[in-house]
């Protein structure tokens, strides 16, 4: 399935059927039981290894958008269903409404972008036409939704809502809210522009933060832990917040530094880079689990000063 253009129709089918049953699965775990939505697709994914990366891709653009604009997608069925579906994760919606959440969803989703493939197969289910070039406006009278539909306030927790003023942009807060997140990438060995040569010969954009050279904001559908410059530890996935944490800290080679709530160890890796493998980050966690990855991702790395020590959060009992 993944190296073809164009679904046949059973194909088609199946793609439809798995993208609804993984809909459904998420919407009841998130909406009725209240758990994470990331974290039940990936258990999902790890349970279907039929499924392929365009599959996968299809499923994650239609589902995360769904989740994302819930506050207008809920507009589209019958209040009374809305609320079901809200509530407790499930509802008896007809064919027709599910498709059009989906189809919803897959639009907003790339808002503003080209048409993403699963906004184009929701169409052609539902056999509608979808313009070439469109816009919330367009994508509300393609669903026939109903007034209010693009409202800001309506894509916000309600302490937020209340501080929408007549004076806001609400068209550059609705971009906001629409565009996709940068992946960022921490280069922690070599040369930055080389590194983002090598993800642009991949099929990625990357582009370096004006300020900070080693931070790499990403974009493309490629599976950057599949890279071999990820594998041989060049590079970290690692918010940009986060890395400021290790510029504000400002270590020298041959210091010493604890990470106390160290985790999986993201600035742990940073304060040990940023030291030029010199000297000590020393990283606690009260969950050894986490950090094994830790002990994994330096070993990856070749980093010689990192130390791992669980820690429950009392009298430090090491220097």
């Known amino acids: 399935m993944d190296n073809k253009k164009t679904l046949s129709p059973d194909k088609s089918r199946t793609q439809s059927a798995s993208c609804r049953a993984v809909w459904k699965q998420l919407t009841a775990e998130t909406f009725g039981n209240r758990r994470p939505a990331d974290r039940v697709l990936a258990a999902i994914m790890r349970?279907?290894?039929?499924?392929?990366?365009?599959?996968?891709?299809f499923i994650s653009e239609t589902v995360f958008g769904f989740f994302r604009f819930w506050g207008w997608l809920r507009l589209l069925p019958p209040p009374e269903k809305a609320a079901a579906l809200e509530n407790s994760g499930a509802a008896e919606l007809t064919a027709i409404e599910e498709s059009k959440l989906l189809?919803?969803?897959?639009l907003l989703a790339h808002l503003p972008g080209p048409l993403p493939e699963a906004?184009?197969?929701?169409?052609?289910?539902?056999r509608v036409a979808v313009p070439a070039v469109w816009d919330i406006s367009a994508a509300g009278k393609l669903l026939h939704a109903p007034d209010g539909w693009g409202d800001p306030a309506k894509m916000l927790p309600g302490?937020?809502?209340?501080?929408?003023?007549?004076?806001?942009?609400?068209?550059?807060?609705?971009?906001?809210?629409?565009?996709?997140?940068?992946?960022?990438?921490r280069?922690?060995?070599?040369?930055?522009?080389?590194l983002a040569a090598e993800l642009a010969a991949a099929g990625l954009s990357a582009h370096a933060h004006p300020a900070l050279p080693e931070a790499l904001a990403v974009t493309g559908g490629v599976n950057v832990y599949t890279l071999e410059s990820f594998r041989s530890g060049r590079f970290e996935v690692q918010?940009?917040?986060?890395?400021?944490?290790?510029?504000?800290?400002?270590?020298?080679?041959?210091?010493r530094w604890w990470d106390c709530c160290a985790g999986a160890g993201g600035?742990?890796?940073?304060?040990?880079?940023?030291?030029?493998?010199?000297?000590?980050?020393?990283a606690t966690?009260?969950?050894?689990?986490?950090?094994?990855?830790?002990?994994?991702?330096?070993?990856?790395?070749?980093?010689?000063?990192?130390?791992?020590?669980?820690?429950?959060?009392?009298?430090?009992?090491?220097?």
């Not at 279907?48 to 996968?56: I, M, P, Q, T």
């Not at 189809?103 to 897959?106: D, K, M, Q, T």
């Not at 906004?119 to 539902?126: E, P, S």
């Open 47 to 57: 349970g279907h290894r039929e499924f392929g990366s365009r599959d996968r891709r």
């Open 187 to 194: 280069v922690q060995d070599g040369d930055p522009g080389k």
């Open 103 to 106: 189809l919803g969803a897959a």
């Open 159 to 185: 302490w937020a809502a209340a501080h929408i003023t007549p004076q806001l942009d609400c068209g550059r807060l609705l971009e906001s809210l629409a565009v996709r997140p940068f992946l960022w990438l």
């Open 119 to 126: 906004a184009k197969f929701w169409a052609d289910h539902l």
């Open 267 to 282: 600035k742990s890796l940073e304060l040990a880079s940023l030291m030029q493998r010199k000297g000590t980050v020393v």
């Open 239 to 255: 918010d940009l917040a986060s890395q400021l944490i290790g510029l504000v800290c400002a270590p020298r080679a041959g210091e």
């Open 285 to 319: 966690d009260i969950r050894s689990y986490k950090l094994d990855d830790l002990r994994k991702r330096a070993r990856r790395a070749g980093f010689p000063n990192i130390e791992t020590r669980p820690w429950d959060g009392g009298r430090p009992r090491h220097a």
